[in-house]
């Protein structure tokens, strides 16, 4: 099984290798990552200039020799890159995130747009990330949780694609649906060295997790695998309309 992995962290972050790391054991594992952090650019994609494959070396003492690759571009482009130049894949993993992509954190997130791409490809795919709020996540603790989830996923059908987010000590593990709160969207000005006007926009969750959502099984220490799909119609909106046809 040859298994893509990117992330939207960048080439150099530990998460990505441990991602590969728990992938090892699967098939063959290449890597083509965003040369720098690409985090909160969503499923963006380079059409403006051609993009590069560079060879790259990526050092963990633990690890077999790791094919690597890092792009100037974002997530999705390095599915579109790695699947094209391997002549194809058979599973693309994202990750893993530092930080948590739940809720509506998955419409802005590149890890979970490259698991996306990958799907869009027809490919299953996955997208791992792991929340900061209780400080760098233990990477190493992870692997097993990491090869746990993976190995279920790979019994289901196919293709899949699966948002995956891993609390510190996990309980277990339990399938959610995405949180859908809405969130405050604050916008907060602030004045940079040289006193010039400048704006944070902080898109903070509001209110309590709902019960079964990502958001709130990570709350309770449990790995949450949210499955996604690409169909965005508002099917009930839809259904409810008179008739189809305005004029
Ligand atoms: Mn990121």
């Avoid at 709160?181 to 602030?190: A, F, H, I, K, L």
């Avoid at 949210?226 to 259904?239: C, F, M, Q, V």
Wanted: proline fraction near 9%; glycine fraction near 10%.
């Amino acid at each position: 099984m040859r298994i893509l992995i990117t992330n939207d962290d960048g080439i150099l972050s530990p998460g990505l290798l441990a991602l590969a790391r728990a992938a090892l054991d699967l098939g063959e594992v290449r890597v083509v990552a965003p040369e720098w952090e690409t985090s909160a650019q969503g499923h963006a994609v380079t059409l403006g200039r051609p993009l590069r494959l560079k060879p790259t070396r990526l050092f963990d003492l633990d690890l077999p020799y790791l094919e690597a690759y890092r792009v100037e571009g974002t997530p999705a482009d390095c599915v579109a890159l790695g699947v094209y130049d391997w002549g194809g894949a058979d599973l693309v993993l994202s990750g893993v995130n530092l930080g948590s992509n739940l809720g509506h954190e998955i419409w802005h997130s590149g890890t979970v747009a490259a698991a996306k791409q990958g799907y869009l490809f027809g490919l299953p795919a996955a997208a791992f990330s792991a929340p900061l709020e209780a400080g760098e996540p233990d990477l190493k603790a992870l692997i097993p949780w990491i090869r746990k989830v993976l190995h279920h996923l790979l019994e289901g059908p196919r293709p899949f694609l699966v948002n995956v987010n891993l609390p510190p000590k996990p309980k277990g593990i339990l399938w959610t649906r995405q949180s859908v709160r809405r969130y405050g969207g604050e916008v907060v000005p602030t004045l940079d060295p040289l006193g010039r006007e400048g704006y944070w926009f902080v898109p903070k969750p509001q209110g309590e997790a709902e019960e079964g959502t990502d958001r709130w099984a990570v709350a309770q220490g449990f790995i949450s695998l949210t499955p996604l799909r690409l169909d965005l119609t508002d099917g009930d909106w839809l259904s409810g309309l008179a008739r189809p046809s305005i004029a």
